[in-house]
Nanobody, 118 residues
Framework: QVQLVESGGGLVQAGDSLRLSCAASGPTFSSGTMGWFRQAPGKEREFVAAIWSGGTTYYADSVKGRFTISKDNTKNMLYLQMNSLKPEDTAVYYC????????????WGQGTQVTVSS
């Protein structure tokens, strides 16, 4: 089981930038897929971005061009650089890990709150 701990959330204004970090432990980090998800109040959790073991990335349409997912395998760290933030980006952001060959993300962090004021 991968242990995941997010950090970097906070209160920012629309148009600002923020970088989320996720510290991971366990073998899945380098060999599996890592992702970011978010859940806004009253809404279901939604996919934000993912990065495969080879470095390929994928984004939700709502964040494409504004958010960048990256990872540092030497430090077991996952990042989400968020630029041009909008009030609708307000949510709790979760880091997640999916083992190589697995269908679902099996490990989740506790989440970090991002609030964007207008």
């Amino acid at each position: 089981q991968v242990q995941l701990v997010e950090s970097g959330g906070g209160l920012v204004q629309a148009g600002d930038s923020l970088r989320l970090s996720c510290a991971a432990s366990g073998p899945t980090f380098s060999s599996g897929t890592m992702g970011w998800f978010r859940q806004a109040p009253g809404k279901e959790r939604e996919f934000v971005a993912a990065i495969w073991s080879g470095g390929t990335t994928y984004y939700a349409d709502s964040v494409k061009g504004r958010f960048t997912i990256s990872k540092d395998n030497t430090k077991n760290m996952l990042y989400l650089q968020m630029n041009s933030l909008k009030p609708e980006d307000t949510a709790v952001y979760y880091c997640a890990a999916r083992r190589h060959g697995a269908v679902d993300y099996g490990s989740w962090g506790q989440g970090t709150q991002v609030t964007v004021s207008s």
